[in-house]
C-alpha cells in the first residue's frame, strides 16, 4: 500500500491542479498551498474557517454553481473550482448583503 493517497485533477481558478483523492475539496485546496477561497469585500483573503458549513468562508464556485461550501463538497475529478481570483464569478456577489452578517448583525465579509 502506497503512503501517498490516489489523486484527482481539478481546474482551480483555470489551472490545473492534482488534489489528494477521497478529502473535502477544503481540505484539497488547503494541499494545493492556496487556502483562499475568496476576498471579502474589504479585500481580505478568507480560507476555510469552520470545517462544518456553517460560516460559508470556504465558499466557491463549482462547475458554475456559486456559494458551494468547499468544507462539505467531496473533491471529484474534473471539478471546476473558481475563487475568484482569476476574474471569474465571485460566490460573494450572489448572497444578499444580509446574508453575511453575523449573529450581531454586523457585517464581516
Known amino acids: 500500500m502506497s503512503d501517498h493517497?490516489?489523486?484527482?485533477?481539478?481546474?482551480?481558478?483555470?489551472?490545473?491542479?492534482?488534489?489528494?483523492a477521497g478529502r473535502s475539496l477544503a481540505a484539497a485546496l488547503i494541499a494545493t498551498e492556496h487556502p483562499v477561497t475568496r476576498h471579502d469585500r474589504a479585500g481580505r483573503p478568507r480560507a476555510p474557517y469552520c470545517g462544518m458549513g456553517v460560516c460559508f468562508d470556504c465558499a466557491v464556485t463549482v462547475d458554475g454553481t456559486p456559494l458551494v461550501r468547499a468544507c462539505q463538497e467531496p473533491?471529484?475529478?474534473g471539478m471546476r473550482v473558481d475563487t475568484g481570483r482569476a476574474g471569474g464569478p465571485d460566490p460573494r456577489d450572489r448572497v444578499g448583503r444580509s446574508d453575511l452578517r453575523d449573529?450581531?448583525?454586523r457585517e464581516d465579509v
Open 103 to 105: 449573529d450581531t448583525g
Open 5 to 20: 493517497p490516489a489523486q484527482v485533477s481539478i481546474t482551480l481558478d483555470g489551472r490545473p491542479h492534482s488534489v489528494p
Open 75 to 77: 473533491v471529484r475529478a
